[in-house]
């Protein structure tokens, strides 16, 4: 697999981040953005990395660090199954 979708509740969350990084710097924001999606590409290429958090949820999701911030993705979903 090497799309992958986004969540709505995800693209709220970085609507928010980017707002608020928005408000120092309109470069910085866009440049975060970049890195978001790069990371989600890279995710889906590699969809493996990233840690686990059973401390947190028993969901099969992975942890992947971004700056201060964590991205939570499940791989490899196969969405036809649905």
């Known amino acids: ?4 979708s986004v969540s709505p509740q995800a693209v709220d969350d970085l609507f928010e981040i980017l707002q608020y990084i928005a408000r120092d710097s309109e470069d910085a924001a866009q440049r975060v953005q970049s890195e ?5 590409g890279a995710r889906a290429r590699m969809p493996r990395q990233g840690h686990r958090r059973e401390d947190l949820t028993n969901k099969p999701v992975l942890f992947f660090p971004l700056y ?13 199954a649905y």
């Open 1 to 4: 697999m090497s799309g992958y």
């Open 36 to 40: 978001f999606y790069e990371t989600f």
């Open 68 to 80: 201060s911030y964590l991205i939570i993705y499940q791989p490899a979903v196969d969405r036809s």
